[in-house]
Each structure stands twice: as structure tokens, then as C-alpha cells.
């Protein structure tokens, strides 16, 4: 989970929609905005091109328990059918880290040990960053159905994959630390809208001493 930075005004479909009887909050206005906004990757497990993309509300609403959530555009998220699955738990009910709001690489720090997800927090008194790091964890480790299985294994293949590349181009910044070609793809693959980015960056910030010629790039890459 990362910084987004969410576009405003609001769509101008939720307005019109919040006064009909059975008003809808994922019109086509809406969808266009969070796909670009979020750079079509799921806020929670930091996937790309989702196949399956679903309009998420932070808070739920609950069926229309609580309507002033269901139109409102600071409450709806672009998330992938499986961690918005997951998230549609009442544990959840009251709230994680809004990563539109908040900055969550300054609260959590993202882990993949020995192909492990782990998730920990810089205050474990804060409730929202221990919600948050369990969401996280969950949706690469949840098991309790064939499908959940499948895509949790899934979530943490890409996972592996997407660090292994990081840790190659890592690899050829130390035999090479001054070409300019490897450093460019490392900036690359940190950067915010990229895959599974909390983690890489996380990783490259933990061994920063290692990578002297990263430190200028590192908390400057968007």
C-alpha cells in the first residue's frame, strides 16, 4: 500500500445518483477516474491490470445503513475482487489507513521473508495500522477456500517474481554502480504506481547503505 494521490472535483455522477432511490456509485465517470487515479492496481495488495476491478468503500456502508458512505468519493477505492473480499469482514468495520490521505510506508514496513508477507507497524497501539497490516497480510495468505487459495498463491507468486527483478537490477547497481541504464530501471520499479511497490521500496530503504548511489533517488521517487 502507497501514497495515492486522488483527483478532485468528485465524479459528477455520484451527486446525481446519491438522489435516486437505488442510485449507483460506480458509474462510468467513476470507474475511469479510480482506474487512473490509482493507476489501475489495487490499493491493498498492489496488483496490476486487474482483471477483476471493483469500486471499494473504505468504511462500508452497510446496505445503506450508512448512505452518506456510498456516494461520498473520499470513501471509494479501486481494489481487486479478492482483497475487497477479504476487507468485507466486520473486523474491518472501522477503518484502515486511508492511503489517500495518509502516507502508509511511514507507518508500516513491508516484509516478503523467506516468501513470507510480513507487515509491521511503526506504533502497535494504532489500531488503524494493525487493522491495515492484517488486511495486507491476509489477502496474500488467506487460505479458507478453494478460489481464496488460489488467489492469495497468486498475489504472492507475483510478489516473488516482481521482487526477484528488483534484487537482479540490485545485483547489476553493485557490479555496475555507476551505469545509468541500471539505475534508471531501479528508479523505475520504485515508483509508486509500479506493482507491488511498498515492498520494493521498503527493501532498497532497509539496505540504502548498501546502494550509496540510490539514497539521492530513493525519497524523491513518486
Known amino acids: 500500500m502507497v501514497k495515492v494521490e486522488r483527483s478532485f472535483p468528485a465524479p459528477e455522477s455520484l451527486a446525481e445518483e446519491a438522489r435516486k432511490a437505488n442510485g449507483k456509485y460506480d458509474r ?3 470507474i475511469e477516474r479510480l482506474k487512473r487515479d490509482f493507476h489501475n492496481k489495487c490499493y491493498i495488495c498492489e496488483m496490476k491490470e486487474l482483471q477483476d476491478p471493483n469500486v471499494e468503500h473504505l468504511l462500508p456502508h452497510k446496505n445503506g445503513k450508512y448512505p452518506e458512505r456510498k456516494f461520498d468519493w473520499e470513501n471509494l477505492f479501486w481494489s481487486c475482487g479478492h482483497c475487497n ?3 468485507n469482514n466486520n473486523k474491518y468495520d472501522e477503518g484502515i489507513i486511508d492511503c489517500c490521505k495518509q502516507d502508509p510506508e511511514k507507518y508500516l514496513y513491508f516484509h516478503l521473508i523467506d516468501n513470507i508477507v510480513v507487515i509491521d507497524v511503526s506504533d502497535i497501539r494504532d489500531e488503524f495500522q494493525n487493522r491495515t497490516a492484517l488486511l ?4 496474500f495468505s488467506v487460505k ?3 478460489m481464496r487459495t488460489y488467489t492469495s498463491d497468486e498475489r504472492l507468486r507475483l510478489l516473488q517474481k516482481e521482487m526477484n527483478i528488483l534484487y537482479k537490477q540490485l545485483e547489476k547497481l553493485h557490479n555496475n554502480p555507476d551505469s545509468k541504464v541500471i539505475l534508471r530501471t531501479i528508479c523505475s520499479l520504485l515508483k509508486r504506481e509500479s506493482a507491488f511497490a511498498a515492498f520494493k521500496r521498503c527493501y532498497v530503504r532497509e539496505h540504502a547503505d548498501q546502494y550509496p548511489q540510490l539514497k539521492k533517488y530513493l525519497f524523491n521517487v513518486e
Open 136 to 139: 495486507i497480510t491476509e489477502v
Open 144 to 146: 479458507n477456500t478453494g
Open 28 to 30: 462510468q465517470d467513476v
Open 85 to 87: 473480499g477479504i476487507k
